[in-house]
């Protein structure tokens, strides 16, 4: 039974291309021998108008079981309607650590060759906690949360990170020049954790100055801390260094239980023109792999979509290409297949 619940995971379709990818990724995931059984569920906006709930209780009762979630792209309405449901699945299973690797393909057309950084944003409190209040009808206010419990963990797990991964330099990301209580915090924690870790060069950097140096000399960052709005924001500006959105996966982890899912959204303009880029989706399911300790399967695929990428013959369109997701799945299989 403990073997069975080890390759069980939950899988979350979402809206636009998420049913899309989905299908795609869990077909290379059983091509490669990942041996995984899945309990999947629709969920997000075409759920809610069609069954009046977001995640049917169901789905929340098999993420409890396993532990481990695949979670392809919600849409969340903009300025209106239900909350973000990535927001409300980190907090009620407290996964805190958000983690974004981004490392650049020469053979992608990028004049950024030498990217490989990693950012954990802290995935609980800042101004994504949602606390607001309209004051008068002319003014609103959000409330920015920083507390040293939560500072602590997601620093002290950039260290760890680190350290497992032999990188050599952590750099803090804030705005402590003006903020400067929550992120003079922030910032100050960083410090006294970096004494705990004297062979990891620490380091910190203003986040709009942050933003400046890493178009500039992307090459100079390992990994990067940093609280919740500014990991949103530059995480995607690190998926624009490498190629855009479609390459970049994250993991976002807590005490016993683990959610995978790509940064991007769930591009409802080409949901179901069959062009969807499965790739940031198909990397996480790959972290997902490696925090369930089967990493000879993670390195298979990882192994294939390199392969695929560099021979630039199925790259999508948001890529420069003019593959199907069809034509690009079948490509990584074929490398799949070729090496085992």
Same mark, same amino acid.
């Given at each position: 039974?403990?073997?069975?619940?080890?390759?069980?995971?939950?899988?979350?379709?979402?809206?636009?291309?998420?049913?899309?990818i989905?299908?795609?990724?869990?077909?290379?995931?059983? *091509?490669?021998?990942?041996?995984?059984s899945?309990?999947?569920?629709?969920?997000?906006?075409?759920?809610?108008?069609?069954?009046?709930?977001?995640?049917?209780?169901?789905?929340?009762?098999?993420?409890?079981?396993?532990?481990?979630?695949?979670?392809s792209?919600? $849409?969340?309405?903009?300025?209106?309607?239900?909350? @973000?449901?990535?927001?409300?699945?980190?907090?009620?299973y407290?996964?805190?650590?958000?983690?974004?690797?981004?490392?650049?393909?020469?053979?992608? !057309?990028?004049?950024?060759?030498?990217?490989? /950084?990693?950012?954990?944003?802290?995935?609980?409190?800042? /101004?994504?906690?949602?606390?607001?209040?309209?004051?008068?009808?002319?003014?609103?206010?959000?409330?920015?949360?920083? $507390?040293r419990?939560?500072?602590?963990?997601?620093i002290?797990?950039?260290?760890?990170?680190?350290k497992?991964?032999?990188?050599?330099?952590v750099?803090?990301?804030? *705005?402590?020049?003006?903020?400067?209580?929550?992120?003079?915090?922030?910032?100050?924690?960083?410090?006294?954790?970096?004494?705990?870790?004297?062979?990891?060069?620490a380091?910190?950097?203003?986040?709009? !100055?942050?933003?400046?140096?890493?178009?500039?000399?992307?090459?100079?960052?390992?990994?990067?801390?940093?609280?919740?709005?500014?990991?949103?924001? =530059?995480?995607?500006?690190?998926?624009?260094?490498?190629?855009?959105l479609? =390459?970049?996966?994250?993991?976002?982890?807590g005490?016993?239980?683990?959610?995978?899912?790509?940064?991007?959204? @769930?591009?409802?303009?080409?949901?179901?023109k069959?062009?969807?880029?499965?790739?940031?989706?198909? /990397?996480?399911?790959?972290?997902? =792999?490696?925090?369930?300790?089967?990493?000879?399967?993670?390195?298979?695929?990882?192994?294939?979509?390199?392969a695929?990428?560099?021979?630039? *013959?199925? /790259?999508?369109?948001?890529?420069?290409?003019?593959?199907?997701?069809?034509?690009?799945?079948?490509?990584?299989?074929?490398?799949?297949?070729?090496?085992?």
């Amino acid at each position: 039974m403990k073997d069975e619940k080890k390759n069980t995971i939950t899988v979350f379709k979402g809206d636009g291309i998420g049913p899309e990818i989905t299908d795609a990724v869990i077909e290379i995931l059983d *091509k490669a021998g990942a041996g995984l059984s899945y309990e999947i569920f629709n969920v997000g906006e075409a759920e809610y108008e069609a069954h009046g709930e977001l995640i049917p209780e169901e789905g929340f009762k098999s993420f409890e079981r396993t532990g481990v979630l695949l979670k392809s792209p919600i $849409t969340t309405p903009v300025g209106k309607g239900f909350r @973000s449901l990535n927001v409300m699945l980190r907090k009620k299973y407290d996964l805190y650590a958000n983690i974004r690797p981004a490392k650049s393909n020469p053979a992608l !057309n990028t004049p950024f060759k030498n990217v490989d /950084l990693v950012i954990f944003r802290e995935n609980t409190e800042d /101004l994504y906690a949602g606390v607001e209040e309209l004051v008068d009808k002319d003014t609103a206010h959000s409330i920015k949360i920083i $507390t040293r419990k939560c500072s602590e963990r997601i620093i002290k797990d950039a260290f760890e990170y680190a350290k497992k991964q032999g990188r050599k330099k952590v750099t803090c990301i804030h *705005k402590a020049n003006i903020m400067k209580i929550s992120d003079g915090m922030f910032r100050d924690i960083f410090y006294e954790i970096a004494t705990e870790y004297p062979d990891i060069e620490a380091d910190d950097k203003i986040v709009d !100055n942050a933003a400046m140096q890493m178009v500039m000399r992307p090459e100079q960052f390992d990994v990067m801390v940093m609280p919740n709005l500014y990991g949103d924001i =530059l995480s995607d500006l690190a998926s624009g260094l490498i190629g855009g959105l479609g =390459l970049l996966p994250s993991a976002n982890l807590g005490d016993g239980y683990a959610m995978f899912e790509a940064v991007h959204g @769930s591009a409802p303009d080409i949901a179901g023109k069959g062009i969807a880029n499965p790739t940031a989706f198909l /990397l996480s399911a790959c972290m997902m =792999l490696e925090y369930m300790e089967k990493n000879e399967c993670a390195g298979r695929i990882r192994k294939a979509v390199n392969a695929v990428l560099s021979e630039g *013959k199925h /790259l999508t369109p948001d890529l420069s290409g003019s593959a199907t997701t069809r034509e690009y799945v079948d490509a990584v299989i074929e490398q799949i297949v070729a090496e085992s």
